[in-house]
């Protein structure tokens, strides 16, 4: 898409008091199975296994990324429902070329892949998503059988999760807007426009703001982060807000269009950047820290270690995924050919297209690698590792173990757990729960 042209100064826009949009709004398919109504006792237990479980607030669990949740999911799981969504419209389709000969970079792999599925996040039994075909995000309940209970329609693709905080859902749209709702009902909190204007263009098959939301809205401590913008002759956004009303804070302008899922730690904001380096700026005031690795280390994934000093990110140059220290951006180790890393204290798990390895995080020794081919996400919950691959998701043990599969619709690139369930979203648009066998009834 071409770039518009150069525009007057830019004014702060104030928040846009408007009401959700009433647009007409495609129906999901729900594929639930059989309930019975539980007895009183059953419900009280049911109740207490709840509140004993872990929510999954943001994408990949805590706004580290981590994939790691303390949770404990006992195997076998059972299907206790399918939502059958449209299929994701990407935003970049374009494969890169295999190879970059004149700067003898090889193995070069897609790296603004951050909206091949529907990402869920939860909060108790209630399961939210957008969508980049219809604009919408969507609650529905988990203990219902995946039963919607709202939808709210925005102006533009939502390729992001959102993020549930303190009762409220936050996200952005290609519309150019960061959104923030009432988490149980769907009603509007506040809407605001980085953006001078509400000037469209086409894009990727929609109507899209010129300057769309192409990151992940991220809360922490009573702040909300979000930018907005992808060409650089139109200026792009970073902004800071108090999450509960939308005001205040400060707003950057950086020089790399943002793409992908934010991260932060205590002082830190990191902001993916697709194929270039990750850009790291300062919560306090939004002044540009440095960018982390060097030329084709970028990739629109990213992690932060539990101790919060080691940043990774890819894929990068040779199909790598590079680390490197979160305060310095001195680099740490990479690992050639995997897909995603997750990092649990002394533990480093990884998969490959052919493998699932469990590295001694002190000595990078191999603990155990296993012919698994599960190689599009990670994570490890209450200590066991879920992984996804084409038309399967699987559970291992500590050991490398397979001890459970489930079969499903397409590439498994999304995984959560919380409500003493896993739930997976594939690349077909179907989002699958599966939970423990006395959940799942």
Known sequence: MAARGA????????????????RP????????STCQRSSLPALLVLLVASAQAEDWPTRMHDTQRSGVSQMKLSVP??????????????AWTEAPAQHDYAHNYRDLKQRQNFDSCSDVVIAGSLVYFGSSVDGTVTCVD??????????????????????????????????GCAYCLNATDGSLIWRTRAGPTDEMVWGNGHMISVWPVRTSVLVEDGEVYWTAGLFPEEGMYLCKRKASDGSGGWTVKP???PQGYLLVTADRLFVPTGKTQPRVYSRKDGSLLGQIGGERQGGSWALITPDKK??????GVHGALHSHSSN????????????RVVVTGDEVYYNTPSEIVKMNRRDGKDVWRKKQAYPYVLIVVGGTVFAGGDGRVAAFDG??????AGKVDGKVYGLAAADRCLYVSTDTGSIYSFCEQTNAK
Do not use: C
């Open 7 to 22: 525009r007057q100064k830019i004014e702060e826009k104030s928040l846009i008091p408007v009401a959700p949009s009433l």
């Open 310 to 315: 080691v940043f990774w990110s890819g894929p």
């Open 328 to 339: 310095t951006a001195k680099r740490v180790a990479s690992i050639r050919g995997a897909t």
């Open 255 to 257: 020089q790399v269009p």
């Open 25 to 32: 709004r495609r129906v999901v398919e729900v594929v639930a």
């Open 399 to 404: 050991e490398g173990n397979k001890r459970w």
């Open 142 to 175: 988990n203990a219902t059988g995946g039963r919607e209970v709202w939808r709210y329609a925005t102006d533009g693709p939502v390729r992001f999760a959102p993020h549930v905080a303190e009762g409220r859902v936050y996200f952005g749209s290609d519309d």
């Open 77 to 90: 799981l059972v299907q206790k429902w399918r939502v059958a969504t449209p299929k994701p419209m990407k």
